[in-house]
């Protein structure tokens, strides 16, 4: 049977500080975290057309080249007025240099051209994260978490990264990115992804 044993070192396969540090804090800090960039492995391109797809071939990208268990998390931002885009491409949106204020006011302006952007309806949105654990040269474990919730403009808050300040979820007021990062963990999709990994792989 496939499990994560407390206390292993696990490779996260992200460049992306705010990412790593919310998975360390996801998994209660049972495990050693190191990230695919502080040891300089190379991003790979993500040329699947699904959030599962992309976290698994993350993962193994990064298992094969560390000889480690690799963890990957594939996640982003779906607008149901923009027929589910930014979605996959939730990164891209934010350009080479991650600025993800000009992703944020890409997906505002987006909005006004369909009308949407101040139509309730149309600021429907969800995040999906979707969470694959890989061994080197060995089997993985795939599962995916969503979160729904509206959009909100001009950006709210500073904690969190990615599109947090444009996120309310469903129930409350505050955005992600407004939002104590400990009752974020607790109801974000991420959060809901790790309940499923862990239900799976530890005990």
């Known amino acids: 049977m ?96 991650k600025d993800f204020a000009h992703a944020m006011r890409r997906v505002e302006e987006r909005l006004e051209e369909t009308g949407a952007a101040n139509d309730d309806p149309g600021r429907r949105a969800w995040f999906t994260s979707a969470l694959a654990v890989a061994w080197p040269d060995g089997p993985a474990v795939v599962v995916e978490g969503r979160v729904d919730g509206a959009l909100t403009f001009p950006p709210r808050g500073d904690r969190g990264f990615g599109y947090d300040p444009i996120f309310v979820p469903d129930g409350h007021r505050e955005t992600f990115g407004e939002m104590d990062p400990a009752l974020k963990d607790s109801i974000s999709h991420r959060a809901r992804a790790f309940a499923k990994l862990k239900a799976a792989l530890i005990d």
């Open 2 to 97: 496939l499990r994560l044993v407390k206390g292993m070192r696990l490779v996260a396969a992200t460049h992306n500080p705010g990412k790593a540090r919310e998975i360390e804090a996801l998994l209660d800090g049972h495990y050693a975290v190191v990230t695919a960039g502080s040891l300089n492995l190379p991003e790979p391109d993500e040329t699947e057309s699904t959030f599962a797809g992309n976290a698994l071939l993350k993962a193994r990208h990064a298992a094969d080249r560390s000889g480690e268990v690799a963890l990957a998390d594939d996640s982003g931002l779906s607008v149901a007025a923009l027929g589910g885009a930014p979605g996959i491409f939730s990164a891209r949106w934010a350009g080479p240099d």
